[in-house]
Protein backbone atom coordinates (compact mmCIF):
# COMPACT_ATOMS: atom_id res chain seq x y z
CA UNK A 1 0.00 0.00 0.00
CA UNK A 2 1.44 3.86 -1.05
CA UNK A 3 0.42 6.80 0.25
CA UNK A 4 -0.64 9.72 -1.94
CA UNK A 5 2.43 11.21 -1.71
CA UNK A 6 4.50 7.99 -2.74
CA UNK A 7 5.75 6.87 0.08
CA UNK A 8 5.78 3.22 1.41
CA UNK A 9 3.32 1.97 4.47
CA UNK A 10 3.99 -1.17 5.89
CA UNK A 11 0.60 -3.18 6.76
CA UNK A 12 2.06 -6.58 7.90
CA UNK A 13 5.83 -7.24 8.66
CA UNK A 14 6.95 -11.24 8.52
CA UNK A 15 8.63 -12.34 11.47
CA UNK A 16 10.88 -15.66 11.57
CA UNK A 17 11.08 -16.58 15.33
CA UNK A 18 14.24 -18.46 16.53
CA UNK A 19 15.70 -19.34 20.17
CA UNK A 20 19.57 -18.85 20.73
CA UNK A 21 20.86 -19.36 24.36
CA UNK A 22 17.80 -20.39 25.58
CA UNK A 23 15.73 -17.07 24.55
CA UNK A 24 13.40 -16.36 21.41
CA UNK A 25 13.84 -13.53 19.27
CA UNK A 26 12.70 -12.62 15.92
CA UNK A 27 14.05 -11.04 13.31
CA UNK A 28 11.98 -9.68 10.32
CA UNK A 29 11.86 -12.55 7.26
CA UNK A 30 13.09 -10.71 4.30
CA UNK A 31 16.62 -10.42 6.21
CA UNK A 32 16.58 -14.52 5.53
CA UNK A 33 17.82 -15.75 2.65
CA UNK A 34 17.75 -19.41 3.78
CA UNK A 35 17.58 -21.97 6.09
CA UNK A 36 19.89 -24.39 6.32
CA UNK A 37 18.96 -27.23 9.46
CA UNK A 38 21.86 -29.33 8.21
CA UNK A 39 24.12 -26.87 9.42
CA UNK A 40 26.55 -27.36 6.67
CA UNK A 41 27.19 -24.25 5.47
CA UNK A 42 28.11 -25.35 2.20
CA UNK A 43 31.81 -24.86 3.55
CA UNK A 44 31.67 -21.02 4.78
CA UNK A 45 32.03 -19.68 7.74
CA UNK A 46 29.15 -20.06 10.50
CA UNK A 47 29.20 -17.78 13.32
CA UNK A 48 27.85 -18.82 16.69
CA UNK A 49 24.87 -16.73 17.19
CA UNK A 50 24.78 -16.69 21.00
CA UNK A 51 28.54 -15.86 21.16
CA UNK A 52 27.39 -12.53 19.23
CA UNK A 53 24.54 -11.60 21.68
CA UNK A 54 26.53 -13.26 24.75
CA UNK A 55 24.32 -15.80 25.37
CA UNK A 56 25.05 -19.60 26.59
CA UNK A 57 25.23 -22.17 23.99
CA UNK A 58 21.90 -23.82 23.89
CA UNK A 59 22.91 -26.31 20.92
CA UNK A 60 24.51 -29.35 21.05
CA UNK A 61 27.41 -30.31 19.32
CA UNK A 62 25.77 -31.42 16.02
CA UNK A 63 22.38 -29.87 16.94
CA UNK A 64 20.92 -25.86 15.35
CA UNK A 65 20.23 -24.43 12.71
CA UNK A 66 21.76 -21.90 10.36
CA UNK A 67 20.45 -19.10 8.71
CA UNK A 68 21.81 -17.36 6.33
CA UNK A 69 21.57 -13.50 6.19
CA UNK A 70 21.27 -10.98 3.60
CA UNK A 71 23.82 -8.29 3.76
CA UNK A 72 23.74 -5.03 2.76
CA UNK A 73 26.42 -4.41 0.36
CA UNK A 74 28.42 -7.70 1.52
CA UNK A 75 28.37 -11.43 0.98
CA UNK A 76 25.48 -12.89 3.14
CA UNK A 77 26.66 -14.26 6.52
CA UNK A 78 25.98 -17.98 7.96
CA UNK A 79 24.71 -17.55 11.68
CA UNK A 80 23.86 -20.63 13.80
CA UNK A 81 20.39 -20.60 16.27
CA UNK A 82 19.22 -23.54 18.45
CA UNK A 83 16.51 -23.95 16.54
CA UNK A 84 13.61 -22.51 14.24
CA UNK A 85 10.16 -22.03 16.46
CA UNK A 86 8.04 -20.03 14.67
CA UNK A 87 6.83 -17.96 11.51
CA UNK A 88 4.20 -15.47 11.36
CA UNK A 89 2.95 -12.09 9.64
CA UNK A 90 1.76 -9.37 12.18
CA UNK A 91 0.38 -5.75 11.69
CA UNK A 92 3.20 -3.40 12.15
CA UNK A 93 1.48 -1.58 14.72
CA UNK A 94 1.70 -5.23 17.02
CA UNK A 95 5.50 -3.79 17.31
CA UNK A 96 6.43 -1.89 20.05
CA UNK A 97 9.98 -0.06 20.37
CA UNK A 98 12.05 -0.28 23.06
CA UNK A 99 11.96 2.53 26.16
CA UNK A 100 14.27 4.97 25.88
CA UNK A 101 16.04 3.87 28.77
CA UNK A 102 17.07 0.69 27.14
CA UNK A 103 16.79 1.25 23.75
CA UNK A 104 20.72 2.77 23.31
CA UNK A 105 22.03 -0.13 25.37
CA UNK A 106 20.59 -2.68 23.33
CA UNK A 107 20.90 -1.48 19.80
CA UNK A 108 24.19 -2.50 19.62
CA UNK A 109 23.04 -6.04 19.51
CA UNK A 110 20.77 -5.25 16.97
CA UNK A 111 17.54 -5.74 19.36
CA UNK A 112 15.83 -3.12 18.29
CA UNK A 113 11.86 -4.26 19.18
CA UNK A 114 8.69 -5.76 20.93
CA UNK A 115 6.17 -8.00 20.18
CA UNK A 116 3.76 -8.63 22.76
CA UNK A 117 2.42 -12.33 23.01
CA UNK A 118 0.40 -13.30 25.90
CA UNK A 119 2.36 -12.79 29.36
CA UNK A 120 5.31 -13.33 26.98
CA UNK A 121 7.75 -10.73 25.15
CA UNK A 122 9.20 -11.46 22.23
CA UNK A 123 12.65 -9.52 21.48
CA UNK A 124 13.20 -8.30 17.58
CA UNK A 125 16.53 -8.55 16.40
CA UNK A 126 17.85 -6.82 13.44
CA UNK A 127 21.16 -8.99 11.92
CA UNK A 128 22.16 -6.32 9.97
CA UNK A 129 22.43 -3.94 12.79
CA UNK A 130 24.20 -6.44 14.35
CA UNK A 131 26.76 -7.83 12.13
CA UNK A 132 27.82 -4.19 10.91
CA UNK A 133 28.24 -3.63 14.73
CA UNK A 134 30.38 -6.88 14.83
CA UNK A 135 32.34 -5.59 11.78
CA UNK A 136 33.03 -2.01 12.74
CA UNK A 137 34.27 -3.19 15.92
CA UNK A 138 36.70 -5.79 14.19
CA UNK A 139 38.15 -3.05 11.64
CA UNK A 140 38.34 -0.51 14.30
CA UNK A 141 39.75 -2.97 17.11
CA UNK A 142 37.86 -1.15 19.22
CA UNK A 143 36.50 -2.43 22.75
CA UNK A 144 33.93 -0.07 23.69
CA UNK A 145 31.13 -2.03 21.35
CA UNK A 146 31.35 -4.63 23.60
CA UNK A 147 31.10 -7.72 21.01
CA UNK A 148 33.61 -10.12 21.00
CA UNK A 149 33.94 -13.30 19.61
CA UNK A 150 36.71 -15.80 19.57
CA UNK A 151 37.95 -18.29 16.86
CA UNK A 152 35.94 -21.11 18.32
CA UNK A 153 32.66 -19.21 17.83
CA UNK A 154 33.39 -19.37 14.33
CA UNK A 155 32.72 -22.48 13.08
CA UNK B 1 -15.01 42.91 85.71
CA UNK B 2 -13.63 46.30 86.10
CA UNK B 3 -11.58 47.96 83.05
CA UNK B 4 -8.81 48.54 85.36
CA UNK B 5 -8.89 44.57 85.38
CA UNK B 6 -5.80 42.95 85.16
CA UNK B 7 -5.91 39.06 83.88
CA UNK B 8 -3.24 37.52 86.35
CA UNK B 9 -0.21 35.90 84.79
CA UNK B 10 -1.42 32.57 84.13
CA UNK B 11 -4.24 33.48 82.46
CA UNK B 12 -2.43 35.67 80.21
CA UNK B 13 0.04 33.02 79.69
CA UNK B 14 -2.83 30.53 78.40
CA UNK B 15 -3.85 33.15 75.95
CA UNK B 16 -0.59 33.83 74.19
CA UNK B 17 -0.22 30.01 73.99
CA UNK B 18 -3.74 30.15 72.43
CA UNK B 19 -2.97 32.74 70.13
CA UNK B 20 0.14 31.68 68.98
CA UNK B 21 -1.24 28.35 68.17
CA UNK B 22 -4.10 29.96 65.79
CA UNK B 23 -1.26 31.81 64.23
CA UNK B 24 0.57 28.50 63.47
CA UNK B 25 -2.71 26.98 62.63
CA UNK B 26 -3.47 29.20 59.70
CA UNK B 27 0.07 29.33 58.56
CA UNK B 28 0.09 24.85 58.43
CA UNK B 29 -3.00 25.63 56.18
CA UNK B 30 -1.39 27.81 53.94
CA UNK B 31 2.00 25.76 53.36
CA UNK B 32 2.36 24.02 50.20
CA UNK B 33 1.73 20.13 51.09
CA UNK B 34 4.57 17.71 49.53
CA UNK B 35 3.46 14.59 48.67
CA UNK B 36 5.67 10.89 48.81
CA UNK B 37 5.58 7.35 48.77
CA UNK B 38 7.71 6.09 51.13
CA UNK B 39 8.97 3.08 50.28
CA UNK B 40 11.34 -0.01 51.46
CA UNK B 41 14.15 -1.40 49.68
CA UNK B 42 16.82 -3.82 52.33
CA UNK B 43 16.55 -2.56 55.96
CA UNK B 44 16.58 1.12 54.77
CA UNK B 45 13.39 3.75 54.01
CA UNK B 46 13.65 5.81 50.93
CA UNK B 47 11.03 8.32 49.43
CA UNK B 48 10.13 9.33 45.67
CA UNK B 49 7.99 12.83 45.44
CA UNK B 50 4.33 11.30 44.72
CA UNK B 51 4.08 13.99 41.52
CA UNK B 52 6.50 11.40 39.66
CA UNK B 53 5.04 8.12 40.90
CA UNK B 54 2.20 7.47 38.87
CA UNK B 55 1.73 3.76 39.66
CA UNK B 56 2.79 0.78 41.92
CA UNK B 57 1.83 -2.29 41.14
CA UNK B 58 3.30 -5.89 41.81
CA UNK B 59 6.36 -6.81 40.44
CA UNK B 60 5.09 -9.67 38.34
CA UNK B 61 7.23 -11.51 35.16
CA UNK B 62 10.25 -8.96 34.09
CA UNK B 63 11.46 -9.93 30.84
CA UNK B 64 15.36 -10.25 31.00
CA UNK B 65 17.05 -9.12 27.47
CA UNK B 66 20.61 -9.68 26.68
CA UNK B 67 23.45 -7.13 27.37
CA UNK B 68 22.07 -4.98 30.01
CA UNK B 69 24.16 -3.85 33.13
CA UNK B 70 22.71 -5.40 35.94
CA UNK B 71 20.77 -2.52 37.46
CA UNK B 72 18.58 -2.59 34.44
CA UNK B 73 16.84 -6.50 35.00
CA UNK B 74 14.44 -5.92 31.66
CA UNK B 75 11.11 -5.09 30.65
CA UNK B 76 7.89 -5.46 31.90
CA UNK B 77 4.23 -5.15 30.31
CA UNK B 78 1.95 -2.66 31.93
CA UNK B 79 -1.64 -2.80 30.68
CA UNK B 80 0.01 -3.12 27.29
CA UNK B 81 2.54 -0.90 26.79
CA UNK B 82 6.22 -1.71 27.59
CA UNK B 83 8.13 -0.20 30.17
CA UNK B 84 11.56 -0.62 31.32
CA UNK B 85 12.65 -1.97 35.53
CA UNK B 86 15.37 -0.31 37.36
CA UNK B 87 16.71 -2.04 40.02
CA UNK B 88 17.99 0.94 42.21
CA UNK B 89 19.67 -1.57 44.42
CA UNK B 90 22.42 -1.21 42.75
CA UNK B 91 22.65 2.44 43.32
CA UNK B 92 21.86 2.05 47.15
CA UNK B 93 24.93 0.19 48.08
CA UNK B 94 21.75 -2.80 48.80
CA UNK B 95 22.45 -6.55 48.06
CA UNK B 96 20.99 -7.18 44.37
CA UNK B 97 21.42 -10.63 45.17
CA UNK B 98 18.53 -10.51 48.12
CA UNK B 99 15.17 -11.57 47.95
CA UNK B 100 13.64 -10.55 44.55
CA UNK B 101 11.62 -7.04 44.86
CA UNK B 102 7.58 -7.14 45.16
CA UNK B 103 6.79 -4.22 43.83
CA UNK B 104 7.24 -2.11 40.93
CA UNK B 105 6.99 1.74 41.46
CA UNK B 106 6.22 3.58 37.89
CA UNK B 107 7.85 6.70 37.57
CA UNK B 108 7.52 8.91 35.01
CA UNK B 109 8.90 12.77 34.81
CA UNK B 110 9.43 14.92 31.83
CA UNK B 111 12.65 13.15 30.40
CA UNK B 112 12.60 9.96 32.24
CA UNK B 113 10.36 7.01 32.37
CA UNK B 114 10.89 3.52 34.13
CA UNK B 115 9.31 0.60 36.87
CA UNK B 116 11.35 1.02 39.82
CA UNK B 117 11.86 -2.36 41.57
CA UNK B 118 10.97 -1.63 45.56
CA UNK B 119 10.67 -3.86 48.28
CA UNK B 120 7.45 -2.61 49.96
CA UNK B 121 5.23 0.68 49.85
CA UNK B 122 5.23 1.98 53.08
CA UNK B 123 3.16 5.40 52.86
CA UNK B 124 1.53 7.93 51.07
CA UNK B 125 1.54 11.36 52.84
CA UNK B 126 1.60 14.74 52.13
CA UNK B 127 4.24 16.39 54.20
CA UNK B 128 5.23 20.29 54.26
CA UNK B 129 7.64 21.91 51.93
CA UNK B 130 9.44 22.94 55.02
CA UNK B 131 9.51 19.41 56.69
CA UNK B 132 12.01 18.30 53.76
CA UNK B 133 15.53 18.99 54.88
CA UNK B 134 18.74 19.26 53.22
CA UNK B 135 20.75 15.97 53.53
CA UNK B 136 23.11 15.88 56.12
CA UNK B 137 26.52 16.27 54.95
CA UNK B 138 27.54 13.04 57.04
CA UNK B 139 25.40 11.20 54.57
CA UNK B 140 28.05 8.43 53.14
CA UNK B 141 27.60 5.49 50.49
CA UNK B 142 26.92 5.40 47.46
CA UNK B 143 23.27 6.22 48.24
CA UNK B 144 24.08 9.83 48.94
CA UNK B 145 24.45 10.33 45.05
CA UNK B 146 20.60 10.46 44.76
CA UNK B 147 19.51 11.88 47.87
CA UNK B 148 18.02 15.00 47.61
CA UNK B 149 16.38 15.60 51.37
CA UNK B 150 15.56 13.78 54.11
CA UNK B 151 12.12 13.61 56.00
CA UNK B 152 10.75 12.71 59.60
CA UNK B 153 8.73 10.01 59.18
CA UNK B 154 7.10 7.86 62.22
CA UNK B 155 10.09 9.29 64.05
CA UNK B 156 12.64 7.69 61.30
CA UNK B 157 14.82 9.72 58.90
CA UNK B 158 13.80 8.75 55.28
CA UNK B 159 16.16 9.67 52.61
CA UNK B 160 14.26 11.52 49.58
CA UNK B 161 15.56 10.64 46.53
CA UNK B 162 15.95 12.37 43.12
CA UNK B 163 14.63 11.05 40.05
CA UNK B 164 16.67 13.50 37.54
CA UNK B 165 20.16 12.40 39.62
CA UNK B 166 18.84 8.75 38.82
CA UNK B 167 18.18 9.05 35.24
CA UNK B 168 21.56 10.72 34.84
CA UNK B 169 23.39 7.56 36.69
CA UNK B 170 21.41 5.00 34.18
CA UNK B 171 20.95 6.60 30.65
CA UNK B 172 23.42 6.79 28.30
Same mark, same amino acid.
Given at each position: ??? *? ?27 ? *? *? ?27 ? *? ?92 | ?15 ? +? ?8 ? =? ?47 ? #? ?8 ? =? ?28 ? #? ?18 ? +? ?23 ? +? ?11
Amino acid at each position: MSK *ADGQLEIDNVGILVFSVGGVSFGVESSQI *A *AIDPGRTGGGFKIIKLNALLGLADGSDND *AGVVLEFRQECSTNRLLLVDKIEDIFEIPLSDIQLLPEVIAERVLQRGIWGVIQQGNNILLLIDINRLLKNMDSSSSEKTVSMQIQISQEDIL | MSPNYEKPKSERIIDD +LKRRQQEKEI =VDVDEKLIKIVIFSIGSKRYAFYGSSVKEILPAGNISWIPSLPDFLPGL #ITIRGDIESV =VDIRYFLGENSSSIPCKYIALVVTDSFRAG #ILVDSIDDVTDIPLSAIRAP +LTTLSGVARELVCGEVEWLEETVAL +LDIAKLESRITL
